[in-house]
């Protein structure tokens, strides 16, 4: 079952029903944005994140992708309930195998 979410601003304050440990690996994802920079010079402070909730488990997407085209999510592990980065490539290679996006 999907839940409807909600969007806010890079740096805004992020959905209070989110957990503090969760919301605390948003900011390193921030961190981590604004430290590669984005694609042909875009500014992450103007991106957005997209919150969706699949099977009553969170899902924070950032719609940036930074200069070394990678776009991040930020979810709960399945099993430990922990937070967990996922990075994937925003452009993957034509002819190699889409896995999925990896765990950072």
């Known amino acids: 079952m999907i839940q409807l979410g909600t969007r806010w601003a890079f740096r805004a304050t992020p959905p209070s029903r989110l957990s503090p440990e969760l919301i605390g690996?948003?900011?390193?994802?921030?961190?981590?944005v604004l430290a590669e920079g984005g694609e042909a010079g875009s500014d992450p402070r103007e991106a957005m994140w997209t919150l969706t909730w699949l099977e009553g488990k969170p899902f924070a997407a950032l719609e940036f992708s930074t200069a070394a085209g990678v776009e991040y999510t930020v979810t709960v592990h399945p099993t430990t309930g922990a937070p967990e980065i996922l990075a994937s490539d925003s452009?993957?290679?034509?002819?190699?195998?889409?896995?999925g996006p990896s765990r950072v």
Request: glycine residues 6%.
């Open 25 to 32: 690996t948003i900011g390193e994802v921030e961190d981590l």
């Open 91 to 99: 452009e993957p290679e034509s002819d190699d195998w889409d896995h």
